[in-house]
């Protein structure tokens, strides 16, 4: 994904008239897609380790994908933005 977002071309998005807040939050994203791939399993083996276990939870499935979907992403997200924030720990998800 971090390949596929980097080496896009949003030229196209430009002309569709989403707004200058949607291509914002997309090159927002596109900076941060490293940082999420580097840390997502860690986030899961976290949430495992303090007792929300991905197996154990008996729900619908689909809700189930969901919920751990938007969980795990949410929480690297704000992980990743607050690391790049501080200037001596940027260097953990690759920049200088």
Known sequence: MFNLLVSSNFDWLKTKNLGHKTLTVIQSLVGLSFGIYLIHTYIVTVLSDIGF????????????NLANYSLVLGVSILIVYLIKK?????MIIGEL
Request: hydrophobic content about 35%; aromatic content about 18%; overall charge positive.
């Open 86 to 90: 501080i200037p001596r720990l940027r």
């Open 53 to 64: 276990d991905f197996n154990r939870q008996s729900m619908n499935v689909y809700l189930y």
